[in-house]
Each structure stands twice: as structure tokens, then as C-alpha cells.
């Protein structure tokens, strides 16, 4: 059962013990004392199912097994969406489901995607509540690079209209007679010696780029936010241009490797009509990328009068028949190969998050990353507004109640801030209670949750919810 269910309710249910839940939770600290379950939750659907000790990890589509393994059974539990109650999930794990707000419950912390969109995640809003998303940049690098390749074939020797030219002849019974005489209709050219153009050099582009150097092309490429990781992965003859309109003014083959981003300073329709006028007429456009980056009316032009192609994995309503263009079903990451690589990585990024508070290849957080937890101390994270002044309030609680802090990271990107604190346990007798301390830092104006990492996978985490205190 989904839906809001009320604090008197989840008192009554046998299988939770209590709201307050007091666990020796490592064994070279004092005992820790938190909250759980106060007040009223969006999603405490599955309590009766519910037992703390387990972080559960709700998945859409099918994830690759050598993903989902890396997730320890005595920490973890898989629940696949429409396979039964999923309430009290703690993280996300999908592939291309189109996630709806209403979807993401109150005791999610993480949003992973296996793949390098996120078109398909309402990144925004996770960001206004507080919950970091992360893809998997590179996984599918090869499988995609693979069939860019492959299309450099397919748009150079029409290989699609033999093939469909030779089942026709084989209907008729002419396939052995007319094999030899109808092959001039499909005549093409080869690419070595020809001028690749790589839009992009990020996984994918700089790879594309390596291979095709490698077949013996020239390669020219752009990205005006070329990384020195990708960088160093160019083939040593790039030629690099400072616009796209020069990168592709030369160029017989064209790849697209960049992100599509909606709004103003966008990429939607950024291959238009003046780019698409300095393009040779006889140039190949390879997009693997997304079919919202080209401007299709302006590359329907360009295909009627010239001998141009287009090859693309993305359907287009203008050119899914047009004679000059290849339109596939979206094969780039469909390889099992790279399925199991994206799901691996995207379950080592959420176990890390989970576990130690690190993030990496989140596209709406900041990289951040503390040393291993000194002996000692127990770990708290905390996530808030990017704005002046909320580091020195949050440490000022922790000074207040008499907690030391032993190291401290903090990150910021765009409007949100992440922290992980290392707190000093010693002096301490027994119990350290961090419901107040927990409680004042996730109630101070501008911050959004706070994990205590403490040991218990589940547990720990608060929520500070348009003024109201979750735990």
C-alpha cells in the first residue's frame, strides 16, 4: 500500500520496534542513538516488510545482473518496480524509464541512471530535494564508438539497399543471374583518406576520433570544454577548430558527441540550417547522440539536393523514409557489454554514496570525497543550499553540543552544497544522541537532509521537508 500513512500508524505495526532505534553501530565507537520514523512519511508503504538493517534499492527496467550483484545481500535488497511493494526505497537504479516526481519517495537519497543521459530524470527537481543523480560516463563508450564506426560504413557503400535490392531478387528467383550486373548500382567510396569530423570530445568523441585515425582518416574535432583526460586519449594529428561551422566546413564524414540540453544556450536543433550550408553535399552526418540535436527540416533540404547522408539511431518523423538516410532502432548502448559495464559502475557509484557519503559522476552535485572515517569518529553528511554563512552555522551546532569535528569536506555546485563530517567520539562514555544535534542542523533555514553514516545501512537519514522534521 502506497500513499501517506501517519506516525500512529507505523507505531501500531509489529514488525518496526520502535521509532528511536539505539544500535551498537561500529565497533571502535560509543553507542550512536538516532531517529527513525517520526512524523509523517510519503512512502512508508511496505512496513510491514520492512526490517532495518538493509538499504533497498528500487529498480526500473531490467539492470544487468553483474550489476545488481555487486550489492551485498546482507546489506542490500533489490525490489523491481511492478514486482510488488517497493515503498521505503533508498535509492534509484534505471535505464531509459521516464521518472516522474510522483515516483521518487521521501526516503530516497540517490538517483542512478545506467548510461550517460539523464534526459529522462527530472534532474531539477532532484536537485531542489536535496537528492544527488548520477549516469555512467564512458560505460557505453565502446558500443556506441563501434557503431559511429559502423555507420561511416553504412552512409559510404549503401550496403542497406543491396542488401534490400538482393531479397527482392531472390523473391523473383534473378539473385545468382543479376548478382554480378547490379552491383554498379551501389557503388560508394572507401574512408581511408577521407576527413572525419568529431563534434564533442568527450568518451565517446575522443574514442571515435582514436579509431578512426587508426583506419587510416584525417580528424579534425571540437569542444570548447575539451577535458585533459580526453584529451590525452586524441590521436596525435587532430586537427582542433574553434566552432562547429569550422570543425565540419571540410569534412566528409560528420560525428555528433555531445549532450542534448533543453533551453536558451541549449544544443536543441544546434546542427541547423547554418551549419548544415557549410557542409560538403556530400557529406555523411553520424548522429548517436540525440535526434534533437539536428534540425530536421534543415537536413531534409540538404539531403533533396545534394548526395548527402544521414545515419542516426534516434527516430525522425521527416527522415525515417527519406532515401539518403539511414534510420536504426537506438542500438548505441545496446550491447551486452556495455550493459553490464553501466550497470556495475552505476552500482559502485550509489554503494559509495550509500556507504561513505562520496559522490562522483553526479551531474547535478559536486564531486566530493573524504578519507577513510578515522577510528574514532562517526560520519555525517549534510546537504543545503549553496549560500553564505551555512558551514559556519552547521558547525557551530556540533561545537555547542561538545562534538569535535575531526576532518571536513565541502563541496558546492550551482545552487547546492554537500558536506561530510568526520565528528570525534572520544570523551564520550556511552551513548552519543544525535537526535538533537541531527535534528538543529537539518531544521536550520536552507539546509535539505542529513545522513549519520554510522554503521546500519537504512537508518540514519532526516529530511528538513517545507519546515517539517522526517526522520
Not at 541512471?113 to 548520477?134: D, M, Q, S, Y
Not at 564531486?367 to 569518529?377: D, I, Q, V
Not at 535534528?439 to 529530511?463: F, Q
Request: proline fraction near 4%.
Amino acid at each position: 500500500m502506497l500513499g501517506r500513512i501517519s506516525a500512529s500508524y507505523i507505531r501500531s505495526q509489529p514488525s518496526v520496534a520502535a521509532f528511536r532505534i539505539n544500535i551498537r553501530a561500529l565497533s571502535d565507537v560509543p553507542d550512536v542513538e538516532v531517529e527513525n520514523y517520526r512524523n509523517e512519511w510519503k512512502t512508508y508503504g511496505d512496513i510491514e516488510n520492512y526490517t532495518p538493517g538493509k538499504f533497498t534499492i528500487q529498480t526500473f527496467n531490467k539492470i544487468s545482473t553483474k550489476g545488481l550483484k555487486l550489492f551485498e545481500e546482507d546489506k542490500y535488497e533489490i525490489r523491481a518496480t511492478g514486482e510488488g511493494n517497493v515503498g521505503n526505497a533508498h535509492a534509484v537504479l534505471l535505464r531509459s524509464h521516464k521518472l516522474q516526481e510522483s515516483e521518487i519517495m521521501h526516503t530516497v537519497r540517490a538517483i542512478a541512471r545506467c548510461g550517460a543521459g539523464t534526459n529522462n530524470i527530472p534532474v531539477a527537481r532532484c536537485t531542489e530535494l536535496g537528492i544527488p543523480v548520477f549516469n555512467t560516463p564512458g560505460a557505453n563508450a565502446n558500443a556506441v564508438k563501434e557503431l559511429v564506426i559502423a555507420g561511416m560504413f553504412l552512409g559510404s557503400r549503401r550496403v542497406i539497399d543491396g542488401i534490400n535490392h538482393m531479397k527482392e531478387l531472390g523473391r523473383q528467383g534473378l539473385a545468382k543471374e543479376r548478382v554480378e550486373k547490379d552491383k554498379s548500382k551501389f557503388g560508394g567510396r572507401e574512408i581511408m583518406g577521407k576527413t572525419l569530423a568529431v563534434i564533442g570530445l568527450g568518451h565517446i568523441g575522443a574514442s571515435t576520433a582514436r579509431d578512426a585515425a587508426a583506419l587510416g582518416m584525417d580528424v579534425i574535432g571540437y569542444d570548447p570544454a575539451l577535458s585533459i583526460s580526453s584529451a590525452l586519449k586524441l590521436p596525435n594529428k587532430i586537427a582542433l577548430k574553434d566552432s562547429i561551422g569550422a570543425a565540419v566546413a571540410n569534412a566528409d564524414y560528420i560525428s555528433i558527441n555531445i549532450p542534448y540540453i533543453k533551453g536558451e544556450n541549449g544544443t536543441h536543433g544546434i546542427i541547423g540550417k547554418d551549419v548544415i550550408r557549410v557542409m560538403k553535399p556530400n557529406a555523411v552526418l553520424l548522429n548517436f547522440a540525440r535526434g534533437e540535436l539536428v534540425d530536421s527540416e534543415a537536413m531534409k533540404e540538404f539531403l533533396d539536393n545534394g548526395d548527402g547522408r544521414y545515419v542516426s539511431d534516434f527516430p525522425d518523423d521527416l527522415l525515417w523514409d527519406h532515401q539518403n538516410a539511414i534510420i536504426l532502432p537506438h542500438l548505441g548502448a545496446s550491447t551486452a557489454e556495455a550493459e553490464d559495464a553501466a550497470a556495475a559502475m552505476a552500482a559502485e557509484t550509489i554503494k559509495c554514496y550509500l556507504e561513505n557519503g562520496t559522490i562522483k559522476n553526479s551531474v547535478n552535485f559536486p564531486a566530493t570525497s573524504l578519507p577513510n572515517r578515522p577510528e574514532g569518529a562517526i560520519r555525517m553528511t549534510v546537504i543545503n543550499k549553496n549560500q553564505p554563512g551555512m558551514l559556519a552555522r552547521i558547525t557551530e551546532i556540533f561545537a555547542e553540543s561538545g562534538l569535535n569535528i575531526f576532518q571536513q569536506v565541502n563541496q558546492s555546485k550551482g545552487g547546492v552544497a554537500y558536506n561530510v563530517l568526520d565528528i570525534d567520539t572520544s570523551g564520550h562514555k556511552d551513548v552519543i544522541s544525535f537526535k538533537k544535534v541531527q535534528e538543529k542542523i537539518t531544521m536550520l533555514d536552507g539546509v535539505m537532509s542529513s545522513r549519520i553514516l554510522y554503521g546500519t545501512p537504512g537508518t540514519g537519514y532526516a529530511k528538513n521537508l517545507e519546515g517539517q522534521y522526517f526522520v
